[in-house]
């Protein structure tokens, strides 16, 4: 997931396009809701309701949820005003060592980059419940050694949308237009020996949750494009219709149980990859286990239909299982940490698919006043189905990251990252290591 490991495989994880179609707003459930977000796929089932002595909870969609929504975009600290639209916006340079841009196992390069960024927050008020926001980040990559591998245009930030909240009773319904451009390979774990791997991505649609207390249901479409920047890889371009939804059980004060399901149609402008129909069915568990402890279970069936009509020299299908965790855990005032891993099946750029399994653990420490220190490890195991390079392969690494509030408007950060890659395919294995300095100003 700049200022973040990459740790999940392809441009189309289903999960992240699940969750973007869904467009849920987590800090409303965190607020009103006593088991945070659950939210996850199909409508069209029935769970049955909640035990009777259970409080009734405020609802996720109504005028409460809409007010609280409301006051916690005031704690937010919009500094800037132009009638009723408020604003924020910060300023941010990065001064970035990579001794490995191009993944390569032999003859890796390296350079000194400089990472420019602007990012904008707005936010309208539109009437006393509905909001329309905007959040972009605009940025830049200048390589001193090899110039050639400047950003091509403007760098747009992962989280970069546009947003419209409408509540109407218990219908909370999201308009959004959500939209990112990068170059980073190292978020892409089937590519080595790449430097630019530019991709334009915008997930557009809208989801609508439908609180009926004990019950929670929300249905979402998103259409999907890709879009490479580099001609070497603009076999990848594609659009993909998402639906996905979800029934969610309030079982207790502390644990929501559910079922999940979505459908994408996937489909390439060359005929390269394969095109696909993708269904995954399942359940999931939330629960609060503890005041200081959260977990999340989901496990399920999924399947991935191509048409293999493609060059890509791969005839398979998926045909398997999903499943994942997510443990988040407050150790003390001072230290939190989160646990993921997951088994799961992903698009593939060299093949129809890879099988994923994956581990990763994150260690917030905030110990020393105004000092924020992060440590994060990762291991993952995939598997190609097969397609032009048929590659095996174990990727693991780590980051340490140290953020420094100098100034009430000046945040200043250091990050150490490492990625090692093994294939079993020759000279496909590389070593990355970075070290990023920046310093940005809040106006």
């Not at 593939?348 to 000092?371: A, C, D, K, Q």
Request: hydrophobic content about 40%.
């Amino acid at each position: 997931m700049g200022g973040h490991i990459a740790l999940m495989g392809r441009l189309f994880k289903l999960g992240r396009l699940i969750r973007t179609a869904r467009g849920i707003d987590f800090s409303i459930l965190r607020k009103l809701g006593k088991a945070g977000p659950t939210l996850l796929a199909c409508a069209l089932f029935a769970v049955r309701p909640g035990l009777a002595q259970d409080a009734v909870r405020p609802s996720l969609a109504g005028e409460e949820a809409a007010e609280a929504r409301r006051q916690d975009i005031e704690h937010i600290p919009y500094n800037l005003l132009t009638g009723a639209i408020k604003y924020r916006i910060s300023a941010t340079l990065g001064f970035e060592y990579n001794d490995n841009i191009n993944l390569a196992e032999h003859n890796p390069k390296s350079d000194f980059i400089i990472h420019p960024q602007v990012t904008i927050n707005a936010l309208w008020p539109l009437t006393q419940l509905n909001t329309l926001r905007l959040d972009i980040g605009l940025g830049y990559a200048f390589y001193l050694d090899h110039s050639s591998q400047n950003t091509n245009g403007v760098l747009l930030t992962p989280g970069s949308q546009l947003a419209l909240d409408v509540f109407v009773g218990d219908f909370r319904i999201n308009f959004h237009d959500r939209f990112s451009l990068q170059q980073d390979p190292i978020s892409e774990l089937q590519l080595s020996n790449v430097i630019d791997y530019g991709r334009f991505e915008n997930s557009a649609g809208v989801s609508v949750l439908w609180d009926l207390n004990k019950v929670v249901a929300t249905l979402g479409y998103d259409h999907y494009l890709y879009i490479s920047t580099n001609s070497d890889l603009d076999y990848l371009n594609r659009n993909a219709e998402v639906l996905v939804g979800s029934l969610a059980c309030n079982l207790t004060n502390t644990t929501w149980v559910g079922i999940e399901s979505s459908f994408v149609h996937d489909y390439y402008d060359q005929n390269v990859l394969n095109d696909s129909n993708a269904v995954t069915v399942g359940a999931f568990l939330e629960t609060q286990v503890s005041k200081y402890m959260k977990v999340r279970v989901a496990a399920g069936y999924q399947m991935i239909d191509f048409d293999h009509t493609g060059s890509v020299f791969d005839s398979n299908d998926a045909d398997d299982y999903y499943a994942n965790i997510l443990i988040s855990h407050r150790l003390n005032a001072y230290i939190t940490q989160t646990l993921a891993a997951g088994h799961e099946s992903q698009l593939g750029v060299n093949s129809n698919y890879i099988t994923l399994n994956y581990i990763r653990h994150t260690v917030t420490w905030n110990i020393i006043r105004n000092t924020l220190l992060s440590t994060e490890v990762f291991f993952e195991d995939a598997n190609d189905s097969g397609g032009f390079i048929d590659e095996h392969l174990h990727r693991y690494g780590g980051a340490i990251t140290i953020g420094y509030q100098f100034t009430q408007h000046v945040t200043l950060g250091l990050r150490y990252q490492f990625t090692e890659k093994d294939s079993d395919v020759p000279f496909r294995d590389y070593t990355q290591n970075r070290v990023s300095f920046d310093g940005t100003y809040s106006f």
